[in-house]
Antibody, heavy 122, light 112 residues
């Protein structure tokens, strides 16, 4: 059974930093691309970032480029989102998701974690 | 990376069929067979319902179906049931210098 478990959410002041983690199990983690998707309170889904199985490819939405960094540790079946220079509008539930598909241009998010709430407020 | 356009709400009675549209551009929905659909119940994580325009993952009822024509994709729920009530989002790969994905604005489905 595929399981994704986020951790590391919390309250942080504007301009601060936070790292959220996603521990994976139930599938071949080191061969799967993974992604972060966020959802602001009462709003829709927004893709944030994705990383290839080997970490050779790391991709970001324009809204977080230069501030967020995605990484993974295949020995721990865990991947991360380091969030720096946080802004109030980064407040959201951050979901980790497993990507499925033969190539980047046909991927879908086939399994999701339960989400980690990140609140940016003074 | 503008969001794909979905109707804010769609409703139907049990047993009826409803269709949710997802309109993008020739740089996303129209360019790739990557449209996927997600169901989200309040306070829960999204769940994949359709991938690659019209494929259903194992375990998703066959009353859910997907299609695409030009820059618009559609999700049809036939034989609507009470448990189908929730929010639905489409998603597509979008043409960019690096891989990028865009979601729809979301549609609230109400079973009357």
């Amino acid at each position: 059974e595929v399981q994704l478990l986020e951790s590391g959410g919390g309250l942080v002041q504007p301009g601060g930093s936070l790292r959220v983690s996603c521990a994976a199990s139930g599938f071949a983690f080191n061969t799967n691309a993974m992604s972060w998707v966020r959802q602001a309170p009462g709003k829709g889904l927004e893709w944030v970032s994705a990383i290839s199985g080997s970490s050779g490819g790391k991709y970001y939405a324009d809204s977080v480029t230069g501030r967020f960094t995605i990484s993974r540790d295949n020995s721990k079946n865990t991947f991360y989102l380091q969030m720096d220079s946080l802004r109030v509008d980064d407040t959201a539930v951050y979901y980790c998701a497993k990507l499925r598909g033969p190539d980047w241009n046909v991927l879908c998010f086939d399994y999701w974690g339960q989400g980690a709430l990140v609140t940016v407020s003074s | 990376q503008s969001a794909l356009t979905q109707p804010a709400s769609v409703s139907g009675s049990p047993g009826q069929s409803i269709t949710i549209s997802c309109t993008g551009t020739s740089s996303d929905v129209g360019a790739y067979n990557s449209v996927s659909w997600y169901q989200q119940h309040p306070g829960k994580a999204p769940k994949l319902m359709i991938y690659e325009v019209s494929n259903r993952p194992s375990g998703v009822p066959d009353r859910f179906s997907g299609s695409k024509s030009g820059n618009t994709a559609s999700l049809t729920i036939s034989g609507l049931q009470a448990e189908d009530e929730g929010d639905y989002y489409c998603s597509s790969y979008t043409r960019s210098s690096t891989p990028s994905y865009v979601f729809g604005t979301g549609t609230k489905v109400t079973v009357l």
